[in-house]
């Protein structure tokens, strides 16, 4: 079971990066993939979720506010989180987690999820 988050990097105000998590089949068929990030000093919050069933329920942190979407690509078995009109405080170290048989009103909770991926930093300048 892995999951390889990449796509992060410096990118200055107003920018936009686009975030890749490749994750196992077994993982990305049942269950969801959601996007999380930690900067210094701060707890680890969500940024995005995708439910990995059919239909795709999505959930979006507050911040986003419309600059960010997640999607998925089945037959790469890998979640993107495109990331535009970035700011400087998006930046942090960006994890994505998968959870089997998570459910949307836990998409939230980072102990319901059963494997993380490593980080990838996204630096935001201003």
């Known amino acids: 079971v892995q999951l390889q988050a990449s796509g992060g990097g410096l990118v200055q105000a107003g920018g936009s990066l686009r975030l890749s998590c490749a994750a196992s089949?077994?993982?990305?068929?049942?269950?969801?993939i959601g996007w999380y990030r930690q900067a210094p000093g701060k707890q680890r919050e969500l940024v995005a979720a995708?439910?990995?069933?059919?239909?795709?329920?999505?959930k979006y942190a507050d911040f986003v506010q419309g600059r960010f979407t997640i999607s998925k690509d089945y037959a790469k078995n890998t979640v993107y989180l495109q990331m535009n009109s970035l700011k400087p405080e998006d930046t942090a170290v960006y994890y994505c987690?998968?959870?089997?048989?998570?459910?949307?009103?836990?998409?939230?909770?980072?102990?319901?999820?059963?494997?993380w991926g490593q980080g990838t930093l996204v630096t935001v300048s201003s």
């Open positions: 987690a998968a959870g089997k048989g998570l459910i949307y009103s836990s998409y939230a909770t980072p102990t319901r999820y059963d494997y």
């Open positions: 089949g077994s993982i990305f068929v049942a269950g969801a």
């Open positions: 995708i439910s990995t069933t059919t239909g795709g329920v999505t």
